[in-house]
C-alpha cells in the first residue's frame, strides 16, 4: 500500500454498501438492455459489421455494408459475434458485451483504489465510475468504447503499481492490456498509458525507471504476441488499403482535421464534462480547491497527470466526439472519490442529482417548447415524438427520486459513500427506463419497423439521403446507395419525398419514410 494511505482505511467493505454498488453495476449496465432499439451511427455500424462478420465467416476482416469497415480493430466484433452466436441476434446480445466490460472496469478499479486507500474508498470509486451519467450511456452501448477503458484502465492501473515498487508481474499485466487496447481501438491504447506514465516520472525525474518500464523486452514481447497476428492478417488480407484506412484516415487524420463533421472549439469537453460526471458535480468542484495537497500524493498527481493529459490531447484534437474524454475519466472519478471526505455537507453533494432530478421533470415541456424551434423535420418529428413517451409512471419515479433526494440530504448517521451511491443508482435508473428508451423509440424504432416491412416484402433497399446502418441489422440484408430509379423501394427521410417521382407510401413515421417508386 502507498505510504500516503491513510493507516485508518478500511480493508473490508461493508456488506450494505457492496451490495449497493452491485445493484449500481446492474441497474446502470444492464436494466433494460435489449429494451432500446440499435442507435445509429455508432451502435447500428458495429453491429452490422458483426453480422456481416458471421454471415462471411470472415473473422479477420470487418465490412459494413459490403465496403472494407477500417474505422475499428476487431477485438468487440469477436466479442459481439460470440454473443450473438450464444444467444441469438438481438439488441441484448449485442450490447451484452459491453455491458460485462464495463462492469470489469468497475471492478478493476474497486480492487485497484482498495489497495492503495482501502476499501471504503475503493466503493465510492467504483460506484462513481459505475453510475456517473457518461459511463451509464457508454457502458450499455454495443460499440468499443467500455472495452477500451477496460483495458484503458487495467494497464494504467497495473503501471502504476508497477512503477511504485509493486514487482514484475504488475508490468507484465500493463503490456498485456495494452495490446488488448490495440486490438480494441488502435494506437490510443499505447498512447495514453505510454505519455501519462512519461510525465508522471518525469514529475520525479524518474526518467530512467521510465525508459526501463517501456523498452522492457519481455513486456514488448508480450505485447506483441497479443496484437501482431491479426495486424499481420488483416494487411496481407487487406494490403495498403489497410494502412492507409485505418492508421492514416481513421487515426492521423481524426487528429489533425474534423472528420465527418465532428469538431469544436479547445473548450469542447468542459461542458460535456459537467454533464458526464453528473450527479457527482460537487465532488469535481471540490477538486479544484485541493490541488496543491492532490499533486503531492504519487496516487493523485498520477491520477491527475492522467485525466489531464487525455483532456488537453483530445482537446487539440481536430475530430472532437464527447467520449474521447473518457480515457482520462477514471483518473479524475479516482481523485473525486478520495478527497470526498473533505466534503462535509450532505446538501451540497446531493444538490446537483436534486436539480437534475428537477430539469428531468422540466424535461417534456421544455421538448414542448423546444420543438417549434428544430429547423431540420426529420429531427422535430423525433423531438415531438419522445414526449410521448413520457408518462404517469415518468413522473412518480421523479417524485420518488426527488423526494429520496430531500430525504438523504437530511437523515443521519447515512455514510458519504451511502447517500451519493443511492441518488446516483436513481439517476442511471431514469436514464435506463425512461431517457434511452424515448430517445430510442423516437429516433430509433421508425427505421426497426421500416427494415421488418422491407423484410417482410423481401425487397432489396435503396437507401437514399439517410445513413441508418441498423436498417441492414434488422432487415438482415445491404442496400444500395445511390439515386432512386423507377422501381426501387427506397428508404429515405420523410421530407425529400417531394423530390422523389410517383411513388407508394410503405411505412412512414417521425420523418423517415420507406416507398416505393412507379415503375413509370
Request: glycine letters at 8%; proline letters at 6%; aromatic letters at 12%.
Amino acid at each position: 500500500m502507498n505510504p500516503m494511505a491513510s493507516s485508518s482505511a478500511s480493508t473490508h467493505p461493508q456488506p450494505a454498501v457492496v451490495g449497493l454498488l452491485v445493484l449500481a453495476v446492474f441497474v446502470s449496465f444492464f436494466l433494460g438492455l435489449g429494451d432500446v432499439p440499435l442507435f445509429d451511427l455508432d451502435e447500428g455500424a458495429f453491429t452490422e459489421a458483426t453480422r456481416e462478420m458471421l454471415q462471411r465467416r470472415d473473422f479477420i476482416s470487418t465490412w459494413l455494408n459490403g465496403v472494407p469497415r477500417f474505422d475499428k480493430p476487431v477485438l468487440i466484433y469477436w466479442l459481439q459475434a460470440a454473443s450473438v452466436t450464444l444467444f441469438g441476434q438481438s439488441e441484448w446480445a449485442f450490447r451484452l458485451p459491453s455491458a460485462l466490460c464495463a462492469s470489469a472496469w468497475v471492478w478493476v478499479v474497486f480492487a485497484f483504489v482498495r489497495r492503495e486507500r482501502g476499501a471504503s474508498a475503493g466503493l465510492l470509486a467504483a460506484g462513481i465510475t459505475a453510475t456517473a451519467a457518461g459511463i451509464t450511456v457508454i457502458g450499455r452501448a454495443a460499440i468499443a468504447d467500455a472495452l477500451l477503458n477496460l483495458l484503458i484502465v487495467s494497464a494504467m492501473a497495473s503501471a502504476y503499481l508497477h512503477l511504485s515498487g509493486g514487482g514484475r508481474r504488475w508490468l507484465d499485466l500493463s503490456f498485456a492490456a495494452i495490446g488488448l487496447g490495440l486490438l480494441a481501438k488502435g494506437p490510443v491504447a499505447i498512447l495514453v498509458p505510454l505519455a501519462v506514465t512519461g510525465l508522471y516520472c518525469a514529475s520525479h525525474g524518474q526518467w530512467r525507471v521510465w525508459l526501463r518500464s517501456i523498452f522492457d523486452l519481455r513486456g514488448i514481447a508480450i505485447l506483441l504476441a497479443i496484437a501482431a497476428p491479426w495486424y499481420i492478417a488483416q494487411y496481407l488480407s487487406q494490403g495498403d488499403a489497410f494502412i492507409q484506412g485505418f492508421f492514416f484516415k481513421h487515426n492521423v487524420d481524426r487528429f489533425s482535421a474534423p472528420m465527418h463533421g465532428f469538431n469544436g472549439s479547445l473548450f469542447f469537453y468542459l461542458p460535456w464534462l459537467l454533464v458526464a460526471t453528473l450527479p457527482f458535480t460537487t465532488l469535481l468542484l471540490n477538486l479544484l480547491r485541493h490541488l496543491r495537497p492532490i499533486w503531492a500524493d504519487p496516487l493523485q498527481r498520477f491520477c491527475l497527470i492522467w485525466f489531464g493529459f487525455v483532456l488537453v490531447f483530445f482537446s487539440l484534437s481536430g475530430t472532437k466526439l464527447p467520449h474521447y474524454a473518457f480515457y482520462g475519466y477514471t483518473g479524475l472519478f479516482v481523485l473525486m472519490a478520495l478527497n470526498a471526505p473533505r466534503l462535509r455537507s450532505p446538501v451540497l453533494m446531493l444538490l446537483p442529482a436534486l436539480v437534475v432530478f428537477v430539469l428531468l421533470a422540466c424535461l417534456p415541456w421544455g421538448l414542448d417548447k423546444a420543438v417549434g424551434h428544430v429547423p431540420d423535420p426529420y429531427y422535430r418529428e423525433a423531438v415531438a415524438s419522445i414526449q410521448g413517451q413520457l408518462g404517469h409512471t415518468y413522473f412518480l419515479a421523479l417524485a420518488l427520486a426527488i423526494g429520496t433526494t430531500l430525504w438523504m440530504m437530511r437523515v443521519p448517521g447515512l455514510s458519504l459513500t451511502t447517500r451519493l451511491l443511492s441518488v446516483s443508482i436513481l439517476q442511471a435508473a431514469l436514464i435506463a427506463s425512461f431517457i434511452l428508451p424515448a430517445a430510442g423509440q423516437a429516433q430509433q424504432s421508425p427505421v426497426k419497423e421500416a427494415a421488418a416491412v422491407a423484410r417482410a416484402r423481401n425487397d432489396q433497399v435503396v437507401m437514399w439521403k439517410i445513413d441508418v446502418p441498423s436498417f441492414l441489422v434488422y432487415s438482415g440484408r445491404l442496400v444500395e446507395k445511390r439515386e432512386p430509379r423507377p422501381g426501387d423501394v427506397v428508404l429515405t427521410k420523410s421530407k425529400h419525398r417531394s423530390a422523389l417521382p410517383s411513388h407508394q407510401v410503405l411505412y412512414e413515421k417521425n420523418g423517415v419514410a420507406l416507398v416505393s417508386l412507379d415503375r413509370s
